[in-house]
């Protein structure tokens, strides 16, 4: 009786489901280590420069060996880089969850700034800031750190590519359209950074949420021209009021 009972605690110890669900917990905590290092080496290379950050010190800020830090990245560069891919992905599994009913477009918009906001960009209500956006800008020179992000937006704009194909029922791989929302929503996230950043020489940061949401309702309404048809409204967040268009432009077609 007492090994008819093992067996069935041994039976149930190897249920599929009981597997499936530590190999979840393992997963979870290997996303868990990897953000903490990502996000350690991002505070830290903008707090002291990129060159003046060891592994050692990423791994500390952290709480793990440096070992570890191995285990996941091959550089700092790569570890500051992973957030991007980090967030792209769950953008992704963001839009996938998204009711089927609502549209494309609309999915895209919440599925950013649900993740934007997870991130702790939500709080971006207020003005970062202008010593770390400082940083971030210094940071984001770094030619290492340039070829990491180019390397990082080729993954993210991919996985965003295939959960747009999935939504359409389109192919990532042999259709235009996934990767071309893909390609203008992962355009329109960098400018709205360097926007909010203030990178781009013309005034200080400025909050983002009401940046990102404005970039990507300018996308789903087709990017009409400033000054007709309602476009421009970044203009009137960065305070500068909307540009008039020269009279000279043809009319816009309105088919």
């Given amino acids: 009786m007492d090994e008819s009972r093992g067996q069935d605690e041994a039976g149930r110890g190897a249920n599929p ?6 190999g979840g917990l393992r997963e979870r905590k290997k996303r868990e280590t990897r953000t903490a290092l990502s996000w350690a080496a991002l505070r830290l290379a903008v707090e002291r420069g990129l060159a003046n950050v060891r592994v050692e010190d990423i791994a500390a800020e952290a709480g793990v060996s440096p070992r570890t830090f191995n285990n996941y990245f091959s550089s700092k560069a790569e570890a500051i880089a992973a957030r991007h891919v980090e967030r792209a992905h769950r953008i992704a599994e963001e839009l996938r969850a998204r009711p089927e009913s609502e549209p494309l477009w609309d999915a895209v918009v919440n599925a950013a700034l649900a993740r934007f906001a997870f991130d702790g960009q939500g ?9 770390w956006t400082a940083g971030v800008r210094l940071m984001l020179g770094e030619p290492a750190l340039q070829g990491e992000f180019f390397k990082a937006n080729a993954v993210a ?3 965003l590519a295939a959960a747009v194909a999935e939504r359409t029922g389109t192919d990532a791989r042999r259709d235009l ?17 360097e926007r909010h950043l203030g990178s781009d020489g013309e005034g200080p940061a400025v909050p983002f949420p009401a940046l990102l949401r404005d970039a990507l309702g300018q996308l789903a309404e087709g990017l009409p021209e400033p000054g ?3 476009a421009g409204r970044s203009e009137k967040v960065r ?7 020269r009279g000279s432009r043809r009319p816009r077609d309105d088919r």
């Fill in 17 to 22: 489901e009981d597997a499936g669900r530590r």
């Fill in 228 to 230: 007709r048809g309602g």
């Fill in 239 to 245: 305070g500068g009021g909307r540009r008039q268009g």
């Fill in 177 to 193: 359209y996934p990767r071309l929302v893909a390609a203008a929503v992962g355009g329109a996230i960098a400018v709205v950074m």
């Fill in 157 to 159: 704009e991919a996985e």
């Fill in 123 to 131: 709080e971006a209500d207020q003005v970062p800031d202008e010593r």
